[in-house]
């Protein structure tokens, strides 16, 4: 079996150095990049006092859905607080907005493309496909060798992991928009660009706030393993307490990332769900009963009636009464 082995390994290793010595100083920059946002947005997230971030997160809540969520929202982040994990937790939220930030950047125009050209989306697929069964593990190798020890190997891998969610999702809601009403905005004239802008998109819209809610979550469930590579925060608090066999350290930084993941959650679905509610309620006021007539028309006359009358009764005369 020797003799007929695939160096798959070899070639893949190879380009990696092949990338590191020829791309260096493209993957300088792309690191003081992106560490630069993650820096910028672990600042305004971790230099407030905690009572003003859960507030702003709160009001948040309460516009996306409604004051229990806002409650729960308050609950949430004072548990995170009182088991010390606050600032952790802002870095670990800082990692997952950057992360998913860049992610549905590149996910949902990659998802328009494949719903407008099937050829696109055959081509797409396969790596969607491969992105979504590849061990996340595995990320962090590239990651390393490309970007060194530290945060942004840690972004980098949530962005591959968390990215086929928001493509696939972002396709399905374009390919599910009724086709008949994309067939009347060419019929009035609409271009390509416009019926994608103001029809196919709008419509998708759900199903696009899914795709993102997806993203999110994935994201989240990366920091442990963004924390192997010293992207810190709540995986780095897991990752020691692995190390040091602490359960409660383990128990503490766990729990916090299920409330983050929690709030992010519905957040997210509730802005999707009140997009859902709102195209429910246009759809309701276009549908019109059958026979009510249109606002503003003047109703019709009492001469105009009887002669609408004799009409119907000339074209259609009933037949006489039997005499007894």
Not at 107 to 136: C, E, V, Y
Request: charged letters at 15%; hydrophobic letters at 50%.
């Amino acid at each position: 079996m020797d003799s007929i082995r695939l160096p798959l390994g070899d070639i893949v290793s190879d380009g990696v150095d092949w990338l590191t010595s020829t791309l260096s100083g493209f993957f300088s920059v792309l690191r003081s990049l992106m560490g630069s946002l993650y820096d910028g947005l672990d600042f305004v997230t971790s230099t407030p006092p905690f009572w003003a971030v859960i507030i702003v997160l709160a009001i948040i809540a309460y516009f996306a859905k409604s004051w229990k969520l806002a409650l729960g929202t308050v609950i949430g982040l004072m548990v995170i607080v009182s088991v010390d994990q606050w600032d952790n937790a802002m870095n670990t939220l800082a990692l997952v907005i950057i992360a998913s930030f860049i992610a549905l950047i590149i996910a949902i125009p990659l998802g328009i493309l494949a719903a407008r050209n099937d050829t696109a989306s055959k081509i797409i697929r396969p790596f969607l496909d491969f992105l979504q069964t590849m061990p996340a593990f595995v990320y962090l190798i590239p990651a390393l060798m490309l970007f060194g020890v530290g945060v942004v190997p840690g972004i980098v891998a949530t962005i591959v992991f968390a990215l086929a969610p928001g493509v696939r999702l972002t396709e399905l809601g374009i390919r599910g928009v009724d086709k008949e009403v994309v067939e009347a905005g060419y019929a009035f004239g609409s271009t390509p660009g416009k019926i994608l802008r103001q029809i196919q998109l709008p419509l998708a819209m759900p199903s696009i706030m899914a795709g993102v809610n997806q993203v999110i979550m994935l994201s989240l469930s990366m920091v442990v393993i963004a924390g192997m590579v010293g992207a810190g925060g709540l995986g780095g608090d897991v990752v020691a307490s692995l190390n040091r066999i602490d359960i409660g350290l383990g128990f503490e930084a766990g729990l916090s990332v299920v409330v983050l993941a929690m709030i992010l959650d519905r957040i997210t679905g509730a802005f999707g769900a009140s997009k859902r509610s709102r195209k429910k309620k246009r759809s309701g006021r276009a549908a019109k009963p059958a026979g009510e007539a249109p606002r503003g028309t003047a109703p019709a006359s009492a001469e105009a009636e009887a002669q609408e009358t004799a009409d119907r009764q000339v074209a259609s005369p009933q037949r006489a009464p039997i005499p007894g």
